[in-house]
T-cell receptor, first 113, second 110 residues
Framework: NAGVTQTPKFRILKIGQSMTLQCTQDMNHNYMYWYRQDPGMGLKLIYYSVGAGITDKGEVPNGYNVSRSTTEDFPLRLELAAPSQTSVYFC????????????FGEGSWLTVV | RKEVEQDPGPFNVPEGATVAFNCTYSNSASQSFFWYRQDCRKEPKLLMSVYSSGNEDGRFTAQLNRASQYISLLIRDSKLSDSATYLCVVTFNAGNMLTFGGGTRLMVKP
């Protein structure tokens, strides 16, 4: 009953460090997404992918990179961590098509100090 | 102007009360509408889709007004377990890219 799995759940980074947030889904969904949520705010789309080998920028892509080499995996890379990237990150997936339910992972809490 | 706007609340209501939230969206080409529920420190989960004719799911009723560009969520007979943040969500394109409002926090008290 895995669904969307994100790791790590919590991480503290120093300014300038790099890290990768891992995301995998076992529902064979074509669409995958990365969102960030700042305290008291809604979710903002960072990057998305409509299938293996295809990625595109969302609303707030600066400072991040993604890849989609398989249907299951959609890692998010932070190259030079900045305090402004302190946030909760949610990975999600959905079947293709408008209006289909999007399934979220449990979130990754990232603090940059 | 934000694409999807909500009153952040909090709405503090007693158990058994009826409470309503509104959400406005700016893009008249918006295509799909949803309410998601998010518990503290948890991921958002779909509460219900919102259809043009309005729809009901138990104590929850969702309505869409395309002319005025808003959607609403009505919760009847509030339970303590309804305490959460309710996120208004809209898609603007043919894909499945969700745009979230900032959320409305509901606190139901005994």
């Amino acid at each position: 009953n895995a669904g969307v799995t994100q790791t790590p759940k919590f991480r503290i980074l120093k300014i300038g460090q790099s890290m990768t947030l891992q995301c995998t889904q076992d529902m064979n969904h074509n669409y995958m997404y990365w969102y960030r949520q700042d305290p008291g705010m809604g979710l903002k789309l960072i990057y998305y992918s409509v299938g293996a080998g295809i990625t595109d920028k969302g609303e707030v892509p600066n400072g991040y990179n993604v890849s989609r080499s398989t249907t299951e995996d959609f890692p998010l890379r932070l190259e030079l961590a900045a305090p402004s990237q302190t946030s909760v990150y949610f990975c999600a997936s959905s079947p293709p098509g408008r209006g289909n339910t999007i399934y979220f992972g449990e979130g990754s809490w990232l603090t940059v100090v | 102007r934000k694409e999807v706007e909500q009153d952040p609340g909090p709405f503090n209501v007693p158990e058994g009360a009826t409470v309503a939230f509104n959400c406005t969206y700016s893009n008249s080409a918006s295509q799909s509408f949803f309410w998601y529920r998010q518990d503290c420190r948890k991921e958002p989960k779909l509460l219900m889709s919102v259809y043009s004719s309005g729809n009901e799911d138990g104590r929850f009723t969702a309505q869409l007004n395309r002319a005025s560009q808003y959607i609403s969520l009505l919760i009847r007979d509030s339970k303590l377990s309804d305490s959460a943040t309710y996120l208004c969500v809209v898609t603007f394109n043919a894909g499945n890219m969700l745009t979230f409002g900032g959320g409305t926090r509901l606190m139901v008290k005994p």
